[in-house]
């Protein structure tokens, strides 16, 4: 049972990366999926979620207009799109998994946890 975050890198502010986080060993359908993500020295955010019952999302309002949350779950997959992205979104990037309709905020609600992809902005 795993989940593998992937897509980070070196962007210039502005631009964009897409997030994967692609879970093995178990079934995507039945899971909340959220995405988090920790700064150097800054505590654990979360960044935003989609629901397993209904497909619905929600976002911190930093992101909001920025990032979209997407599944696909015929590839048992989930996507981070990020657009216009600032230096403040620097930060190494976790997917979560939770065995629930609805997709919390809370992070130690969630059952299983990629290792995290790094995402840097700058110019």
């Known amino acids: 049972v795993q989940l593998q975050a992937s897509g980070g890198g070196l962007v210039q502010p502005g631009g964009s990366l897409r997030l994967s986080c692609a879970a093995s060993?178990?079934?995507?359908?039945?899971?909340?999926i959220a995405w988090f993500r920790q700064a150097p020295g800054k505590e654990r955010e979360w960044v935003s979620g989609?629901?397993?019952?209904?497909?619905?999302?929600s976002y911190v309002d930093s992101v909001k207009g920025r990032f979209t949350i997407s599944r696909d779950n015929a590839k048992n997959t989930v996507y981070l799109q990020m657009n216009s992205l600032k230096p403040e979104d620097t930060a190494v990037y976790f997917c979560a998994a939770d065995y629930s309709a609805l997709a919390t905020m809370i992070a130690h609600a969630y059952d299983y946890w990629g290792r995290g992809t790094q995402v840097t902005v700058s110019s």
């Open positions: 060993g178990f079934t995507l359908d039945y899971y909340s």
């Open positions: 989609i629901n397993s019952n209904d497909g619905s999302t």
